[in-house]
T-cell receptor, first 111, second 113 residues
Framework: EDQVTQSPEALRLQEGESSSLNCSYTVSGLRGLFWYRQDPGKGPEFLFTLYSAGEEKEKERLKATLTKKESFLHITAPKPEDSATYLCAVLSGGSNYKLTFGKGTLLTVNP | NAGVTQTPKFQVLKTGQSMTLQCAQDMNHNSMYWYRQDPGMGLRLIYYSASEGTTDKGEVPNGYNVSRLNKREFSLRLESAAPSQTSVYFC????????????FGQGTRLTVV
């Protein structure tokens, strides 16, 4: 059974205060790990795909990294507009392309 | 491009009523998914369809049925709605050529009273 665990459940930062979100996973045959951003009342919006351990992707203030057991989403000098729920998901090739999500981290950035 | 379109956006049902949530995508994707999202529970997979003609159960399939009508459309049916099915439902699609990302609809907020 594929499992994705995200921590912390909620994180409150001051504007400019850098931090990291964690996503640990157990999956049979990882094909890809995805990060999404979700704003209230909207569907998840794709941020990054990571395919193999050691890979890194960057977009503006966000950087995602991947190891064999976990992924981190690093947020550098966040702004209030970065406030959202960040979701991690794994795509398992061993289960006919099942896409499993974690419960998410609610990030609040105060001005 | 419309992407993934879900209808309706909001719905209130009485316990025991039935309804079908519709989902259509215009990206020529093979795989489609139905999730429900509840506070503190994240996105939980109800059913998915890896390709046209196939469907598989996800984590929480009880009380739901699905139909992959064609490559574009994937519907979710509640035969006898229960208050426990009050939730926000999301449909998603992705290309199955490799580990590609999924695209989501805007969701259907369902309340069962």
């Amino acid at each position: 059974e594929d499992q994705v665990t995200q921590s912390p459940e909620a994180l409150r930062l001051q504007e400019g205060e850098s931090s990291s979100l964690n996503c640990s996973y157990t999956v049979s045959g990882l094909r890809g790990l995805f990060w999404y951003r979700q704003d209230p009342g909207k569907g998840p919006e794709f941020l990054f795909t990571l395919y193999s351990a050691g890979e890194e992707k960057e977009k503006e203030r966000l950087k995602a990294t991947l190891t064999k057991k976990e992924s981190f989403l690093h947020i550098t000098a966040p702004k209030p507009e970065d406030s959202a729920t960040y979701l991690c998901a794994v795509l398992s090739g061993g289960s006919n392309y099942k896409l499993t999500f974690g419960k998410g981290t609610l990030l609040t950035v105060n001005p | 491009n419309a992407g993934v379109t879900q209808t309706p956006k909001f719905q209130v049902l009485k316990t025991g009523q039935s309804m079908t949530l519709q989902c259509a995508q215009d990206m020529n994707h093979n795989s489609m998914y139905w999730y429900r999202q509840d506070p503190g529970m994240g996105l939980r997979l109800i059913y998915y369809s890896a390709s046209e003609g196939t469907t598989d159960k996800g984590e929480v399939p009880n009380g739901y049925n699905v139909s992959r009508l064609n490559k574009r459309e994937f519907s979710l049916r509640l035969e006898s709605a229960a208050p426990s099915q009050t939730s926000v439902y999301f449909c998603a699609s992705r290309s199955s050529g490799g580990a590609t990302e999924a695209f989501f609809g805007q969701g259907t907020r369902l309340t069962v009273v």
